[in-house]
């Protein structure tokens, strides 16, 4: 009688972002100790917690702006290669990390959009200059993104003529004009007025429903309960728990957990 070979069934898709057993350290101080992270394609991960939790460093991490000293980054399957140990490792293949964080559009707290150009230039200038595409095709397509949240009638002016909540918005269109794998956004609304918050978080929903992969480091719990399949709560540098949202914030786990979330309602 010969064996009969098991299916094995469908593969799993392959992660935009992984991350394995990561630790991070400034000098002496740990900031993350032993960190997973998937990013699913067409998920949305929220990372939560009180400041100093190692959040935003986690996402800085992901995109290979800050050096990490320990535990594997895979983008999409590929593991990025390191040199050195500790405090002194590095990327080895500077090619490989250019081409990873040009997949990896990443909006911050502060707009960083350049004061002398306009709008439509600050969408433009990484597609064109850092891709090499052509400007006339760029144009059309930041035109797009601009009208897709919400400040099409803006292409024309300069940051400084724009509130904070357009210019966020303007921040993110620069971003999915690299057209990217996947967004990552550090505190996208902190800065935010109240009201002007909400121009962004409507912009980010938008971009949820339409499955783009999200990396999402917020303060705003409503915001991570309407937009995320899965929620990971950072505490000290460690995951203290992680779910789906629903869990998470209506049945959390921990004591910390639910204090953290006491402490934000």
């Keep these: 009688m010969t064996a ?5 069934g469908p593969a799993r898709p ?23 992270m998937v990013a ?17 460093t986690l996402l800085r991490c992901a995109n290979l702006l800050e050096d990490s000293q320990d535990g594997e980054i895979l983008f999409e399957g590929e593991a990025v290669r390191w040199r050195g140990e ?7 293949d500077k090619a490989q990390v250019i081409r990873i964080r040009t997949n990896l559009s990443m909006v911050f707290q502060q707009f960083n959009l350049w004061s002398h150009m306009t709008i439509l230039q600050n969408v433009m200038e990484a597609p064109v200059t850092v891709l090499g595409r052509p ?6 397509a930041a035109r797009r993104y601009l009208a897709k949240v919400g400040i099409g009638d803006k292409c024309d002016a300069y940051p400084a003529q724009l509130s904070g909540g357009q210019q966020q918005r303007a921040a993110i269109a620069r971003a999915l004009c690299m057209e990217p794998r ?9 800065a935010l007025d109240p009201e002007l918050e909400q121009e962004v978080v409507r912009v980010i929903k938008a971009l949820a429903e339409e499955g783009r992969t ?12 309407d937009v995320s399949d899965h929620v990971i709560f950072l505490h000290q540098g460690r995951i203290e728990e992680e779910g789906p949202p629903d869990r998470l914030f209506g049945a959390p786990q921990t004591d910390r957990l639910r204090q953290f979330l006491s402490a934000t309602a």
Excluded at 40 to 56: D, E, F, N, Q, R
Excluded at 86 to 92: E, M, S, T, V, W
Excluded at 182 to 190: K, W, Y
């Design 214 to 225: 999200m990396l999402l480091v917020t303060h705003d719990m409503r915001m991570a309960a």
């Design 4 to 8: 009969q070979t098991r299916d094995p």
């Design 14 to 36: 392959v992660p935009v972002i992984e991350i394995r057993n990561l630790h991070k350290s400034y000098g002496n101080l740990e900031v993350l100790k032993g960190v997973d």
């Design 86 to 92: 500790g405090l002194a490792r590095h990327p080895a």
């Design 135 to 140: 400007r006339a095709e760029v144009e059309e």
């Design 40 to 56: 699913p394609k067409g998920h949305v991960v929220s990372l939560i917690g009180s400041s100093g939790s190692g959040k935003s």
């Design 182 to 190: 996947a967004l990552l956004f550090d505190e996208p609304t902190s």
